[in-house]
C-alpha cells in the first residue's frame, strides 16, 4: 500500500549532537513534502514544506531537510539541536499525481533531548 | 501565524450518547477544514474534508452516519461522534487549509474517552 514512512520513532540525543530523521514515500510522481513538529503540549505547526526547486529547503529554527527523488525520501536534519527541540516530527505527502490535494502523514519520530 | 481552536479540549462520556466537538479558524476564513483521527503510536489517519456549505467528503472506512460533520460558516465546523463507543476513544485533531497549497493550521486536538 502507498504510505510515508518514518523508520525513527524514538531518538534520544543530547544538545549539540546532529540530527537526521528520515522520511520515505512510496508515491510516484510529483509530490509536495511537508515536516510537521509539535511541541509538548501544541498544535502541529509547519516547519519546511517542498514543492518544486532547489531539493535542500531550509525552514524555521534551523531545520533543513533534503528531497532526493531516486530514494523517495526527504530527509529532516538539523546541524545542532537543543533542549528546545524535543517535539514530535511528522513527515506529510501530498501526492499530487493522484489527484488529490490530501496530507498522509507519516508515524512520527519523538525526539528527545538532553542537556 | 493563523491559529485554530479546538473545543473540548478533552471529554468523556457515557456509551451510547452523542459528543459535538468544535473547531474554529479565530482569525481567517477556512473553506476547507480536515479532521483527523490520532491512535497512540500511529499516524494521523484523515477521517473527512469538510468544506464550508456543502456536505464533507469522508475517507473509505469512516462512517458518514457516526461521524457527523458540519461546516456551517467559514470559521467553524464540527465533529459529532455519535452514538460513542469505547472503541471511539481516540484523539480527534482538526485542521484549517491556510492561503498556501498545504499548509495547513491546525488545531491543539480533542481528547474522547468513552466508558
Known amino acids: 500500500a502507498q504510505s510515508v514512512s518514518q523508520h525513527n520513532h524514538h531518538v534520544i540525543l543530547s544538545e549539540a549532537a546532529s540530527l537526521e530523521l528520515g522520511c520515505n514515500y512510496s508515491?510516484?510522481?510529483?509530490?509536495?513534502l511537508f515536516w510537521y513538529v509539535q511541541y509538548p503540549g501544541q498544535h502541529l505547526q509547519l516547519l519546511l514544506k517542498y514543492f518544486s526547486g532547489d531539493p535542500l529547503v531550509k525552514g524555521i529554527k534551523g531545520f533543513e531537510a533534503e528531497f532526493i527523488k531516486s530514494k523517495f525520501s526527504f530527509n529532516l536534519r538539523k546541524p545542532s539541536v537543543q533542549w528546545s527541540d524535543t517535539a514530535e516530527y511528522f513527515c506529510a505527502v501530498i501526492p499530487r499525481s493522484y489527484n488529490t490535494d490530501k496530507l498522509i502523514f507519516g508515524t512520527g519520530t519523538r525526539l528527545q533531548v538532553f542537556p | 501565524g493563523a491559529v485554530v481552536s479546538q473545543h473540548p479540549s478533552w471529554v468523556i462520556c457515557k456509551s451510547g450518547t452523542s459528543v459535538k466537538i468544535e473547531c474554529r479558524s479565530l482569525?481567517?476564513?477556512?473553506?476547507?477544514m480536515f479532521w483527523y483521527r490520532q491512535f497512540p503510536k500511529q499516524s494521523l489517519m484523515l477521517m473527512a474534508t469538510s468544506n464550508e456549505g456543502s456536505k464533507a467528503t469522508y475517507e473509505q472506512g469512516v462512517e458518514k452516519d457516526k461521524f457527523l460533520i458540519n461546516h456551517a460558516s467559514l470559521t467553524l465546523s464540527t465533529l459529532t461522534v455519535t452514538s460513542a463507543h469505547p472503541e471511539d476513544s481516540s484523539f480527534y485533531i482538526c485542521?484549517?487549509?491556510?492561503?498556501?497549497?498545504?499548509?495547513?493550521?491546525f488545531g491543539e486536538g480533542s481528547r474522547l474517552t468513552v466508558l
Open positions: 485542521s484549517a487549509e491556510g492561503q498556501g497549497v498545504g499548509e495547513l493550521f
Open positions: 508515491y510516484g510522481g510529483t509530490v509536495n
Open positions: 482569525d481567517f476564513q477556512a473553506t476547507t
